[in-house]
């Protein structure tokens, strides 16, 4: 089935070069394949893609906290980003540095919010954005095994209301942060499989042309090679 597939492909048999609608069917085809060769070169390349360049993750932040506070930016090494885990497409679109970079973190969190809120100087703690007691919010962060702290705010009748909240389980800024890297082997299999997808399809297209359309107009090899 395969030799009869692939014999006289190009179907030789009917003379294509000397039929002028063939000839503008495959400059049509080149240009077209060119053209979508450019635009995805473009699209790719020039301005934030959101898949371009591509990140692996190379730790996550639970494996460089330690007893010491320190905000997430200290933790970060040479070429490093911070974000959640599986979002790394965010990466391209936003700017250096992240909004965890100001994080506090610290393997004995429950110990150290007192050395925190003096070292911010932001006294209130705050749990689903409600003011708690210091003891109630060391227990909770106790409990829920908590490393990281969150400098937020938010303004009220014209007054900026600064806080700590846990990066707990319910935190709205998401879980499972981790570290990321530009990978150049990612990328260059990322525009590899995008050049493969456009190569299939043409393909696909020069398939349809020669065993479809053609079929249905000539009929099968008039040399009689393609016969079952």
């Not at 371009?52 to 905000?71: A, F, G, L, M």
């Not at 829920?144 to 389980?169: H, Q, R």
Request: hydrophobic share 40%; glycine share 4%; with cysteine.
């Amino acid at each position: 089935m395969s030799n009869q597939f692939w014999s006289n492909f190009f179907r030789k048999d009917l003379n294509l070069s000397g039929r002028w609608w063939h000839r503008l069917f495959l400059v049509i085809f080149f240009v077209c394949f060119a053209w979508v060769l450019y635009g995805m070169s473009s699209y790719l390349f020039v301005g934030d893609h959101p898949n371009i360049p591509q990140w692996k993750i190379v730790s996550s932040i639970e494996e460089r906290i330690t007893p010491e506070v320190k905000q997430i930016r200290d933790l970060k090494k040479v070429g490093e980003r911070v974000e959640q885990k599986d979002r790394s497409y965010v990466l391209n679109l936003s700017p250096e540095d992240s909004l965890y970079d100001g994080f506090y973190c610290s393997t004995d969190l429950a110990n150290k919010i007192s050395d925190i809120q003096s070292k911010v100087g932001i006294t209130n703690l705050f749990l689903s954005r409600v003011d708690t007691p210091i003891e109630t919010f060391v227990n909770y962060v106790r409990e829920n095994n908590v490393k990281c702290l969150i400098p937020d705010a938010y303004s009220s009748w014209n007054m900026k209301v600064t806080f700590l909240e846990p990066f707990g389980p319910d935190s709205i800024y998401g879980k499972d942060l981790v570290f990321y890297q530009k990978s150049n082997l990612l990328t260059a299999f990322y525009v590899l499989k995008m050049f493969l997808l456009v190569l299939a399809i043409f393909i696909g297209i020069a398939v349809a042309y020669y065993k479809v359309f053609l079929y249905i107009i000539f009929g099968r090899n008039k040399n009689g090679r393609d016969r079952s």
